[in-house]
Nanobody
Framework: VQLQASGGGLVQPGGSLKLSCAAS????????VGWFRQAPGKERERVSA????????YYADSVQGRFTISRDNAKNTVYLQMNRLKPEDTAVYYC?????????????????WGQGTLVTVSS
């Protein structure tokens, strides 16, 4: 049972990346999924989260309008499309799954955490 985050890399400011969060050993469509990030020397912060039922999504103010979260239950995968990236988006990005969207978003209460994927935005 695990979550695998992937898709990170080095990108120039203004560029785009698409992160994937793939589940194995359990069905992700029973869980809300959140993306979190942690920059060097900073605390972990929430980025986005999506429900398992009606597609309700939340975004941090800092990424609203630039990032889009989506899910493909057939592929047991959740995505984070990141556009117009900024240097301050540089961080290790983690995905996590929990039973309830508000618990994931407000309290980071998750049953499963991925290992993280590094996103570096630099020229």
């Amino acid at each position: 049972v695990q979550l695998q985050a992937s898709g990170g890399g080095l990108v120039q400011p203004g560029g785009s990346l698409k992160l994937s969060c793939a589940a194995s050993g359990f069905s992700l469509d029973n869980y809300a999924v959140g993306w979190f990030r942690q920059a060097p020397g900073k605390e972990r912060e929430r980025v986005s989260a999506i429900s398992n039922s009606d597609g309700t999504a939340y975004y941090a103010d800092s990424v609203q309008g630039r990032f889009t979260i989506s899910r493909d239950n057939a592929k047991n995968t959740v995505y984070l499309q990141m556009n117009r990236l900024k240097p301050e988006d540089t961080a290790v990005y983690y995905c996590a799954a929990g039973k309830f969207l508000l618990s994931v978003w407000v309290k980071s209460r998750c049953d499963y955490w991925g290992q993280g994927t590094l996103v570096t935005v630099s020229s």
